[in-house]
């Protein structure tokens, strides 16, 4: 049952919250952990009408920003976002396909289309970006938005290699990293697709309110890489030909055999290297397997909170 709706019958029959057994009462805190939710998470947050009464064009700026941001809101709401994704689609098709030899020129640069094609997508993207800002009530609210975080990590390494100069940026030291960095950071447009999809966004918001259960994963899993690579290492290493000749590069071993990956480039061949690798792959799947359930019961509050 909607606990609001439970509210408006207990308020008609004039029933007191304080009636209710422990068991059934309320969490009161459940509406101000939904609005903070929305307001630090990837949930959008509800701005509500009165919070453009206090700007300048309030009621314009309150239709933009229904247009803008909910589909439901009316038919040509519904169309913009249709046609937002379609360019999120296209600009990820576009920077899959110039990685491809067949479709760059003797420079390894991408040919002339898929150029065009990138512009035009990162034009739209900007413009969608601007419009959302102006008609905003909140501007600090929606600049620390991670949904509008990514939209302007996705615009930022465009418009810099655009309008700053290659040989002037080559002057600096380390320039070549920064334009790697930048060039990587065109993947995170990937992540556009959250502001279109309820189960992406819900996923977001798992991750964020799972912090505590992924932290203690992290915490588990390096302990046990920690113990089982150096004890893989004194069992292995005076091997023959042994690939376990530090620390390290048994921790990478550890790694793939507690995630139960298994690339098999690295293979214990005494006893006791042996039982180590049993005990690690054993122990992997019991770390991983803990906080599963809590993180599913996040994801499906998420996707209820979304929708």
Not at 5 to 27: K, N, Q, T, V
Not at 35 to 52: C, K, L, V
Not at 81 to 96: D, E, N, R, T
Not at 131 to 140: G, I, L, S
Request: proline share 5%; glycine share 6%; net charge positive.
């Amino acid at each position: 049952m909607c606990p609001m709706r439970l509210r408006y019958e207990l308020d008609f029959w004039r029933i007191p919250m304080g009636r209710m057994a422990s068991c059934c009462a309320m969490d009161e805190n459940n509406n101000n952990h939904g609005r903070h939710d929305r307001e630090h998470g990837f949930i959008e947050s509800d701005y509500p009408p009165s919070s453009f009464e206090r700007v300048k064009y309030g009621q314009f700026r309150l239709k933009a920003w229904s247009f803008l941001e909910n589909p439901r809101s009316s038919s040509g709401a519904k169309i913009f976002s249709i046609v937002s994704a379609l360019f999120v689609l296209l600009s990820l098709s576009g920077l899959i396909l110039s990685s491809m030899p067949e479709l760059q020129d003797d420079k390894g640069e991408p040919l002339q289309w898929l150029i065009y094609t990138e512009i035009v997508c990162m034009v739209w993207f900007t413009g969608e970006y601007i419009a959302r800002f102006a008609v905003n009530p909140d501007k600090w609210k929606f600049t620390k938005s991670p949904l509008n975080i990514i939209d302007l990590c996705t615009i930022l390494p465009f418009l810099i290699e655009e309008f700053l100069p290659m040989k002037w940026m080559k002057e600096f030291r380390g320039a070549m990293l920064v334009i790697r960095v930048m060039r990587l950071a065109r993947v995170a447009r990937i992540f556009k697709l959250a502001r279109y999809s309820t189960g992406l966004r819900a996923f977001g918001e798992t991750m964020r309110k799972s912090a505590a259960e992924l932290s203690m994963l992290g915490m588990f899993l390096v302990t046990g890489i920690m113990l089982f690579s150096t004890a893989i290492y004194f069992f292995e290493r005076d091997e023959p030909n042994s690939k376990f000749y530090s620390i390290p590069a048994s921790c990478w071993w550890c790694v793939i055999t507690m995630t139960t990956v298994g690339y098999g480039d690295l293979v214990p061949v005494t006893t006791g290297g042996k039982v180590v690798a049993a005990v690690a792959s054993v122990c992997g799947i019991i770390v991983l397997a803990f906080p599963i359930s809590m993180i599913i019961d996040k994801f499906a509050e998420s996707t209820g909170e979304i929708r």
